[in-house]
Nanobody, 121 residues
Framework: QVQFVESGGGLVQPGGSLRLSCAASGFTLRNYASGWFRQAPGKEREAILCINGNGGATYYADSVKGRFTISRNNARNTVYLQMNSLKPEDTAVYYC??????????????WGQGTQVTVSS
């Protein structure tokens, strides 16, 4: 059974940092691409970052370039999202997802439960 457990969200001041974790079970992460998505209030869910099965990263959202990075620990079967220089417009529910193939495509087939990130002073 494919499952994800997300953690690391919370309230942070503008300019601060957070690291989100997404622990997978039921499959091996490195055999698939893994993506991070977010959905802000009143907006559609958007793809922001992805890591291929071979470890290469793909940025879907220009707004996070230079601030967010994605990584994976194969031994822990966990993917991470490091978020620096956070802005109020980064406030959203963040989801991790297994993408459908080895390479990033922006389409998830299994999803985490989501974790709230709020950037506010």
């Amino acid at each position: 059974q494919v499952q994800f457990v997300e953690s690391g969200g919370g309230l942070v001041q503008p300019g601060g940092s957070l690291r989100l974790s997404c622990a997978a079970s039921g499959f091996t992460l490195r055999n698939y691409a893994s993506g991070w998505f977010r959905q802000a209030p009143g907006k559609e869910r958007e793809a922001i970052l992805c890591i291929n099965g071979n470890g290469g990263a793909t940025y879907y959202a220009d707004s996070v370039k230079g601030r967010f990075t994605i990584s994976r620990n194969n031994a822990r079967n966990t993917v991470y999202l490091q978020m620096n220089s956070l802005k109020p417009e980064d406030t959203a529910v963040y989801y991790c997802a297994r993408e459908r193939n080895f390479y990033c495509s922006g389409h998830g087939d299994y999803w985490g439960q989501g974790t709230q990130v709020t950037v506010s002073s």
